[in-house]
């Protein structure tokens, strides 16, 4: 007897216990009442088609596309799984990444619908982080099975393995949160166990319980020195060795002596503990270092995303023309590989045999696919459209145009802006100064009262350690990249953030900047015995059947086209009504009827012609709008007072007509890459700071001669290496959030600098009299340095428009 499975989820029905409902005109079972309420909510809401383009494939993993079955059969190679996979005798466990959950309810289905199986001993969903703990008999259920049952309930499931930079990058945040937590929990025991000595609570205390008070202070603190503050003595013995001074080298001394003197103590009787200071001191040091590591995870956490552009597997031809889906990592040099259409290139290349059309946006910004046939160059991370292609490997890995350009990711890391180095080289001055200073008042102090000198010595090397000096800008600089890429920009240079305080003129690109780079339909002109409306349902039923982008302009139609053939680089061909059709290039279109080729109207726009086997039927005219946030971002640039020019390659009337949407009044159009460079020279004669907006090739001039340049996310890769800025998101609003947030970072960077200088300066006086113990130092230090790093965080706080984020996320492919 065939069990019923549930239509929601595919679960077994138990017998007896029925939920009924009604979804595509039928009634279905399931399992649960949550599922059938699901299954309601989903038919209410309008949204039951999902279900009809649901039930077939994700209910049958048999019935799953060949490429993704292939796919998964992959991962039941033993060299495969090595890397991800453990094997203890039949058993196997393994941790993959689970796609599409939304909710706990997605938790709970794919954890109950795993353990149903019985070869599966466990399975542990971390809602969190979307990772699945998975252990069960390798020896009668195969890795791709599992991947298909997960297949059948709706998710995907990848292997995950963290890359060696992240793996690094998160263990050593857990050991700074080790060190930081083992620093605060002996601390306070070491503090109870120093005060219990002091005179002010030494009441009725023996000298036998004071002594084992202060080894136990000892005792408590030596795991400190030495455990959690070892990442301070190793970057001091680092930077001896270079000669260059850093805060390191002052928390190291201030540490070090402290601690001695506190064994001393311990040992002798003579003088005052300060381990409760060396446990502060530590303590506040490591908070504020492991905030600024967090800070910076942030932001590397989220520019990691941005490499994750290329298949995991390609299909590899042999000698005899068949094909065999392999890893990327199997490709080598010269293979040949078929390539279906809607399928990712997974390599540069040479296309030896087709011809297609092949989207390269997320690479080159050119919105429309382009004709490619054999011995064109392909891209990897680029898109096949129409037909398939048989493509000869020329560069894989580091050498692909895409990794080339990720690599820009490690520029902006490298490079500091000139307020973070006279940050740098004044705290390194100012520790110069300090210890030289220390040297004198303590030899000065040890003729005047040998016995305070050593503590004098100490509380100024604590008190005027430069830590919240060294951290002002570099904190604040992360905090505000971090935010920045949040809103969709990403930062390839340094500079960016001060130079945008300094920025008076703005030159604008107009195609794909100021306009969106995508094509409408404007306008139809009716050439022939057919209204407007019946060219367009012509036109829109031969291109509803076309992946090309150009599809995309043209509405739904009552129409079908039967036997739509596209031909590269010309247009699209079918039949509609019994009658032949075609759109596309004039001469393509006339040459099916015969009939001359009409003049084209004299008016901006990419124009398409319409005709039929009898006659020519209309001019079709596809234009590019403007982006709805264009005039807002030429009115943030007018309040500010800024200067704004429209420069562009295009048509002087296209330029026009834009420049008047937006209210500019330097407008000029039909330049040359050397004509926008002249204009910049002139502007930068003039004693102006420019900030260039651009997309295309013929923009790299003048995006790399600017002071400041700002590649859009669809952008030509060239253009993205020339430009110190890339806005991933493509909305233009983020550049307006940019401004504010630079002008608040500049803001933060001083007010940090004057709060470390204006402290480290008044403290070395006190320290020196003797007025300040090593202690009240450690605490005003740490306090100074928290202080710093938390005004900083506010950064942070700035609106991230839900948009902005939404183009952002779906733009992290998008090499920068």
Request: with cysteine; net charge neutral.
């Amino acid at each position: 007897m065939a069990i019923d499975t549930c239509f929601h989820c595919a679960l077994p029905v138990p017998p007896g216990n029925r939920f009924n409902a009604v979804v595509l005109g039928e009634i279905r079972e399931f399992c649960c009442p949550g599922c059938q309420a699901v299954a309601q909510a989903i038919v209410e809401g309008g949204l039951e088609s999902y279900y009809s383009h649901r039930s077939e494939a994700s209910t049958n993993p048999q019935t799953l596309p060949a490429q993704l079955l292939d796919e998964q059969a992959l991962y039941d190679r033993p060299d495969v799984q090595a890397p991800f996979v453990r094997h203890d005798n039949q058993s196997a466990e393994t941790t993959l990444l689970i796609e599409g959950i939304s909710c706990a309810a997605c938790g709970w289905l794919i954890e109950r619908h795993l353990r149903t199986l019985p070869e599966v001993v466990e399975a542990r969903l971390n809602l969190s982080n979307h990772r699945l703990f998975l252990r069960w008999n390798a020896a009668t259920f195969a890795l791709s099975q599992v991947l298909g049952e997960l297949r059948s309930i709706g998710y995907a499931a990848h292997p995950y393995q963290a890359d060696q930079a992240t793996e690094q990058l998160a263990q050593e945040n857990r050991r700074s949160l080790r060190q930081l937590g083992v620093a605060g929990l002996l601390w306070f025991q070491a503090m109870m166990a120093t005060m219990a000595t002091w005179p002010e609570f030494n009441i009725d205390l023996s000298p036998e319980m004071h002594t084992i008070l202060r080894w136990v202070a000892m005792f408590l603190t030596t795991p400190i020195v030495f455990y959690s503050c070892a990442p301070f003595f190793k970057g001091a013995f680092r930077d001896l060795r270079t000669r260059h001074l850093t805060m390191d080298v002052s928390v190291s001394l201030a540490i070090g002596l402290a601690y001695v003197a506190g064994i001393w103590t311990a040992i002798t009787g003579i003088g005052e503990l300060y381990f409760d200071a060396v446990g502060m001191f530590a303590l506040f040091l490591l908070t504020g270092r492991y905030l600024e590591r967090r800070a910076r995870e942030r932001t590397a956490a989220a520019t990691a995303q941005l490499v994750n552009l290329l298949p995991a597997s390609c299909l590899r031809l042999d000698q005899t023309g068949n094909s065999e889906r392999i890893l990327l990592s199997e490709l080598r040099l010269n293979d040949h590989v078929l390539v279906h259409p809607g399928a990712v290139l997974p390599a540069d290349g040479k296309i030896i045999a087709g011809q297609s059309s092949v989207d390269e946006s997320l690479l080159t910004g050119e919105y429309l696919p382009q004709p490619r046939t054999a011995g064109d160059a392909v891209t990897a991370g680029t898109l096949n459209v129409e037909s398939a292609l048989t493509v000869q490997v020329l560069a894989l890995g580091h050498d692909t145009r895409l990794s080339a350009i990720v690599r820009l990711l490690d520029r902006a890391q490298s490079e500091k802006p000139r307020l973070a180095q006279i940050a740098d080289r004044a705290a390194q001055w100012f520790l110069l100064i300090s210890l030289a200073l220390a040297a004198c008042i303590g030899v000065l102090w040890w003729q005047l009262d040998p016995q305070r000198a050593f503590w004098i010595v100490l509380a100024m090397l604590v008190a005027t350690c430069p830590c919240a000096l060294s951290l002002a800008t570099p904190t604040a600089l992360t905090t505000a990249t971090g935010t920045l890429h949040k809103l969709g920009l990403l930062l390839t240079r340094g500079h960016v953030l001060e130079g945008l305080n300094q920025i008076d003129t703005v030159i604008f690109d107009k195609t794909g900047t100021l306009t969106e780079g995508r094509l409408t339909l404007r306008a139809i002109r009716s050439l022939g015995s057919m209204g407007s409306d019946d060219c367009l349902w012509i036109a829109a039923a031969l291109e509803n059947r076309s992946e090309h982008p150009i599809a995309r302009a043209f509405g739904n139609t009552p129409l079908t086209a039967e036997a739509v053939a596209s031909v590269p680089g010309l247009g699209l061909e079918g039949r509609i009504d019994g009658r032949q059709v075609r759109i596309g290039q004039a001469d393509f279109v006339c040459g099916l009827s015969g009939n001359p080729v009409p003049k084209m109207p004299d008016e901006p726009g990419q124009w398409l012609l319409l005709g039929n086997d009898r006659e020519v039927l209309a001019w079709l005219v596809l234009d590019d709008r403007l982006r709805d946030d264009a005039a807002e971002l030429i009115d943030a640039c007018k309040q500010r007072g800024w200067k704004t020019l429209l420069l562009s390659g295009d048509s002087s009337p296209m330029v026009a007509s834009v420049a008047a949407q937006l209210k500019i009044e330097d407008a000029r159009g039909s330049l040359r890459p050397d004509d926008k460079l002249q204009i910049l020279q002139q502007l930068r004669a003039q004693g102006r700071k420019v900030l260039m907006l651009g997309d295309g090739v013929n923009d790299v001039p003048v995006l790399a001669a600017a002071d400041i340049s700002v590649a859009m996310g669809s952008a030509t890769d060239l253009a993205k290496t020339s430009a110190d800025a890339v806005l991933l998101s493509n909305r233009l609003q983020a550049l307006i959030q940019a401004f504010t947030l630079a002008r608040r970072t500049r803001r933060i960077i001083i007010e940090n600098l004057l709060w470390a200088g204006l402290y480290n300066g008044l403290m070395l006086p006190f320290a020196a009299l003797g007025w300040i113990t090593p202690l009240w130092a450690a605490a005003g230090m740490s306090v100074s340095s928290l202080v710093v790093v938390l005004n900083a965080l506010r950064l942070t706080r700035i609106k991230v428009d839900d948009a902005a984020a939404a183009d952002a996320s779906r733009n992290r492919l998008l090499p920068a």
